[in-house]
């Protein structure tokens, strides 16, 4: 279950079970803001949520991961999401087309990802390894 929580009205101002979610019920493993409105949600089957937070609605998901995510970072541009798996592999989204721009594999599962402001990407390894993630070497 994802509660948005309004800390000025001290109140939940919005649920969403999981199995009101598109595709397999899964639980939720992560979650990051995209915008004001707009918050991303993983879950235990691989599977990115972008839920609209004003009006309840799922808007997109992202479909590519087939193990829990576990880092899910926002670029400076808000128009990208960086996200790692225990599939081993680190992913880079288009938050307007839904499509994947890049994708990484790694020794082992992806524990978080972080993208910093200058845009440089990170992946923290199972093996307790940090990864700088290259866009023109694929590593």
Not at 87 to 95: F, P, S
Not at 115 to 138: I, K, N
Request: charged share 15%; hydrophobic share 40%; proline share 3%.
């Amino acid at each position: 279950m994802l509660l948005i929580y309004d800390l000025t009205q001290k109140r939940v101002t919005k649920t969403w079970r999981t199995d009101q979610l598109s595709g397999p019920p899964s639980w939720v493993t992560k979650a990051a803001w995209l915008s004001t409105n707009t918050v991303a949600v993983a879950q235990g089957n691989g599977l990115i949520h972008i839920l609209n937070t004003a009006t309840g609605h799922e808007v997109m998901k992202l479909d590519g991961h087939t193990d829990s995510i576990y880092g899910l970072a926002v670029a400076p541009d808000p128009g990208t999401l960086l996200s790692g798996s225990a599939d081993r592999t680190v992913r880079l989204w288009d938050l307007a087309n839904g499509r994947q721009l890049h994708r990484w594999t790694l020794d082992t599962s992806c524990l978080s990802t972080v993208v910093t402001a200058d845009g440089a990407m990170f992946a923290g390894t199972e093996a307790g390894a940090v990864v700088e993630l290259m866009l023109s070497t694929g590593r």
